[in-house]
């Protein structure tokens, strides 16, 4: 991806609004490269692939069951860094 590219869609999503960015979310908008992630995670990380799968399982009833807020707030309660943190920790980028 050529520089130009990348400017542009840093731009692209700096330029959206919260609510713009829930309903991204909560609509499902990125549910396949979620499940990329978790995937290639749970394999790094040498899990079997029955628990890939009960993961995917649990992952699929989180989009049903909860929206952007919620599953922001289920980072925090696991005591993992808020969204606030990633974003000033990654705005160097």
Known sequence: MSE???DFLYNWASSLTDEQINHLCDVGYY??????????????AGLSK???LKLLEGLNMAFDDLNKTDAEAA?????????????????GK
């Open 4 to 6: 130009n590219n990348i």
């Open 31 to 44: 549910n396949n490269t979620i499940r990329g992630y978790l995937i290639a995670a749970a394999e790094y």
């Open 50 to 52: 029955v628990t890939v």
């Open 75 to 91: 980072l925090r309660d696991f005591g993992l860094l808020s969204i606030e943190d990633l974003i000033a920790e990654n705005s």
